[in-house]
Each structure stands twice: as C-alpha cells, then as structure tokens.
C-alpha cells in the first residue's frame, strides 16, 4: 500500500509498497493449490474485498524511472499482476478432454473488471514468454502432454487486446529438459549462468526481436527473469548498457519482496503463486504483512 504524502510532497521509501504477484498458466486443475487459474481469481477477488487497485506494470516502471510522480498514488493499495512461461492457457480456455472447459488467465483478467478497479489504461497483467518456437515444441512435449498448447499464434491478437500485455521471458529459459540452450557452454536450469554479451544477446535481444515481430510491434519494454535468477552482469552491465537499444527498461525477477521507491529497476521482486503463498489464507497472510510494511 501506499500511505500519506509527507508534508514537502515526498512519498517515504517504506510507505511505498506494491506486491507483483506472478502466476503459471499451466498449474491447471484440481484445488487452489494446484491450479492458478481458481487462485488467481479467488486472490483478485480478495484484493477487490481488500481495496486493491490494479496497477499497470508499464506504469509502475515509469514510477520507479522518476519519469512519473508518484504523488497521485498516495494513499493507494495497488497490486500489480504477471504471468510467467507464456502458455497457450494465458489466453484460449482449455478444454478439458471431457466437454468441459476452464477459463484462460486473460478471461479472468477482462471479467475481473467487474470487481477490482484498475488505477490506470494500460495492461491489467503481463504474460512474460519464452520466444524460442523449437524450443516451446520440445517443452510442451516434455514438460507438457506434448498437446501442442505452446504456440504464439495467440501473442499477436492478446497484445492488440490491451488486457494482458505480452514481454519477454528469454529465448529458450535455459530449461533443463532441452538438448540445447543459448549459453556457450550448454548449462542448463539457471539464468545465473548468462553472465556475457554473448549469452545475453542470444537469449535476450533475439528473444525481443522474435517476440516484437509476433505481436507486430506491440512487445512490452519489460524482462522477466527465466526462474527469477538475477545475474550480477545482466543486473549490472548489460541491461544498464544496452537496455534501450534493446527496447527493454525494466526486469522482473522473483525476490518475494513488494516493490518500493528505491527498488533497482533491473531487479524488480515479485511474489509466486505456489512459492510465496500456497493457500487463500497464505494469500491473506501475505498482504498483512505487505499493508504493514513488513514486506
């Protein structure tokens, strides 16, 4: 939350306080615990209860950039909402195989409209994906039920939308199950090991450029950080250098932290679905300590 202006029109570091929460689309079926879609709609409509607002995360950026005033924020409780990996299940329904069907991310998103207000115009959530399309086809085969729900067929229309917003997520995530992945000695399962321009640009640059062409010019400025792992170099170096000719002004990482003034804009914690809270009362738990100032 953010509470009261000081008298000068400052807004103190520890009163500025929005959690970034994070969700996966293909954590799908049976209880809250284990499927995002009821958590992400039972957690929005807690915030509505609560007073939350929805702020954009191209909005937040340009607040933690200076190029906004956080003034009119005073007195807000705002949230701001992103989805990782980039599944088909962020914007089609989903079939279930037996006549039934459950809700996509981005139909939550446009029907919570009705309950949780939005404090600006831009995307209500970003869907952070992985641009590679060989390396999304093995992935859906080994991580999925190789049904082929991870495509990007559906980046295009969804970023025209304005509902959820599409951004980038890396090339291939360096994922374990991959034969290959962009970084020069094939580690795989850590971004802490894309530590050098090469790397970075193969999993990054390229990433940005595939994805802008898919949503025809329409990728958001914004990384999100493959496991949430934050190397010094792409923190330090080369997004500082290299972050506007790429178009990119800010990156997500997964530090379980709410965002405040002072937060780096190459390192910008959220809190995960799953990791951070488990249950509805985790959740309840987790903005308490959020709204007094302990996280």
């Known amino acids: 939350m953010i509470a009261d202006i000081k008298s000068d029109g400052r807004i103190g570091l520890r009163q500025f306080a929005v959690p970034v929460l994070c969700y996966h ?9 284990l499927d995002n879609h009821l958590a992400l709609e039972s957690d929005l409509k807690t915030l509505a209860e609560r007073g939350y607002r929805v702020i954009s995360l191209p909005v937040l950026v ?14 807000e409780k705002l949230v701001g909402l992103s989805f990782d990996d ?5 914007y089609c329904d989903i079939e279930d195989g037996r006549g039934g069907r459950a ?51 559906w980046w295009a229309p969804c970023a025209a939308e ?29 971004f802490f090991e894309i530590d050098s321009f090469e790397d970075a640009e193969g999993q990054i640059a390229d990433a940005q450029r595939y994805i802008d062409q898919k949503t025809h010019g329409r990728a958001l400025s914004l990384f999100g950080y493959p496991y949430g792992h934050v190397s010094a170099y792409l923190r330090d170096v080369y997004f500082p250098d ?7 002004r800010a990156a997500f990482s997964t530090g379980g932290t709410s965002v405040r003034l002072n937060t780096p804009i190459w390192d910008i914690p959220r809190f995960v679905c799953g990791e951070h809270w488990k249950t509805k009362s985790d959740f309840s738990a987790l903005l308490d300590t959020v709204e007094k100032g302990e996280r």
């Open 25 to 33: 689309s293909w954590a799908v079926g049976g209880d809250y615990e």
């Open 162 to 190: 304005g509902v959820l917003g599409i951004a980038n997520h890396s090339w291939d995530h360096v994922h374990d199950t991959l034969p290959v992945v962009r970084q020069r000695a094939n580690q795989k399962g850590s």
């Open 62 to 75: 340009e607040v933690l950039r200076g190029e906004r005033s956080p003034s009119p924020l005073a007195g």
């Open 103 to 153: 809700i996509s991310i981005h139909s939550i998103l446009r029907q919570s409209r009705q309950w949780l207000p939005q404090f600006d115009e831009g995307p209500r959530g970003v869907s952070f994906v992985i641009a590679s399309p060989e390396a999304r086809a093995l992935l859906d085969r080994s991580c999925g039920a190789g049904l082929d729900h991870w495509r990007d067929a």
């Open 86 to 90: 980039g599944w088909d299940y962020d």
């Open 242 to 248: 290299h972050g506007a000719r790429l178009g990119i």
